[in-house]
């Protein structure tokens, strides 16, 4: 396997030529769209290619880097709807040591503030809603919180395709809330973070994050003769509420009520809202660095339409279809996406596409 996508890559550099090079299908595009990885000439520059960069190489094979196929990618899309789905750490702001400070750049955010004027767009987080609406800063996007869990709409409401708009509520800010499936487990929430705290205040580095309905235990700056430590509390804490499980991210573990619902769901849900959730032309583009996002790539996949997009700069099992290697590289996509659509729409806004405030 391995040698073989070696050689697909050497073809695709035009090291040698080969006749077996066969057009790979992607969901949704009823088109084929060619595997390549000459990409990886910009972040792998010279010298002997090292064991880390050669399986990198052959994992790019199988999951394309949505650069290299964006031209592909958007000739399937023609006369699609594309819908848009963003996860926030690794995807939108770079990974940190704390995560109080993954703080999104000004080019990003305009980036996602153009593209988000020409398709509906959501930013699909483990953050709860408060916080990564803060670190976005963004009132023309979807915001859904807790991997899900806390979904609100932009100030204005949108108007779906069949003419009608979602029912809301408000929060106490006056925000409109569409959806809180989780909703009676808060007051447990609560007990569980005070419990965590008190358990873990000891564990140096180890941090408590309240993501209002779930709780993260970050331990990204814990020593690691620690983590096992670290990983005895939070499961003594844990055995007292079966309602709730434990889930494990990058250097973080998750605490969350034991409902159907994940990154998944709530694309689901999201599409559901939108009104599109039956039509056929709908193309969901979802991007995400996290396990907590295979569950929306996997909605994807099964829809048999749009693109999933992992963010990794390592080989990774994933569902996802293609591939970016980090948030500069979702930077360009995003800016090549909504220069794409300005193109191609004689810029036309969201409003005059969609039928919906702008
Ligand atoms: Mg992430």
Redesign the pocket.
């Known amino acids: 396997m391995f040698t073989r996508n070696i050689a697909k890559f050497n073809q695709a550099m035009g090291f040698q030529r080969s006749s077996t090079n066969k057009p790979k299908t992607q969901p949704g595009s009823g088109r084929s769209i060619r595997m390549g990885a000459s990409n990886l000439c910009h972040h792998i520059a010279g010298g002997p290619i090292s064991i880390e960069d050669a399986s990198y190489i052959s994992w790019v094979v199988e999951h394309p880097s949505a650069l290299r196929s964006f031209d592909q990618m958007m000739k399937a899309a023609k006369g699609k709807k594309i819908a848009l789905f963003l996860?926030?750490?690794?995807?939108l702001a770079p990974i940190v040591d704390n995560p109080d400070l993954a703080f999104m750049s000004d080019e990003m955010r305009a980036a996602v503030r153009e593209v988000a004027k020409y398709f509906p767009t959501a930013i699909i987080s483990g953050r709860s809603r408060d916080k990564v609406k803060e670190f976005v800063q963004l009132s023309n996007v979807y915001y859904a919180g807790s991997h899900g869990m806390d979904i609100m709409a932009p100030p204005r409401p949108v108007k779906t395709c069949d003419g009608k708009y979602p029912t809301v509520a408000l929060d106490k800010k006056g925000n409109e809330v569409l959806f809180q499936p989780a909703k009676k487990f808060l007051p447990a929430i609560q007990k569980i973070q005070t419990a965590l705290k008190e358990k873990v205040v000891e564990i140096q580095g180890a941090m408590v994050e309240d993501n209002s309905f779930c709780v993260s235990v970050h331990f990204r700056q814990v020593r690691e003769k620690d983590y096992g430590i670290l990983e005895k509390q939070v499961k003594s804490v844990l055995e007292h509420y079966p309602e709730f499980h434990l889930s494990w991210g990058k250097k973080v573990m998750e605490i969350r009520p034991s409902i159907e619902w994940d990154k998944g769901h709530a694309l689901e849900y999201l599409l559901d809202t939108l009104g599109l959730s039956n039509s056929t032309d709908v193309l969901p583009l979802y991007i995400?660095?996290?396990r907590t996002?295979e569950d929306a790539f996997k909605v994807i996949q099964r829809r048999g339409q749009g693109y999933p997009i992992i963010v990794s700069s390592s080989p990774k099992d994933t569902k996802a279809s293609f591939s970016l290697h980090d948030p500069s590289e979702v930077l360009t996509f995003l800016s090549r996406l909504a220069r794409w659509r300005k193109s191609s729409s004689s810029s036309r806004s969201l409003a005059q596409i969609w039928g919906v405030g702008d």
């Open positions: 996860d926030y750490d690794g995807t995400g660095d996290d996002d």
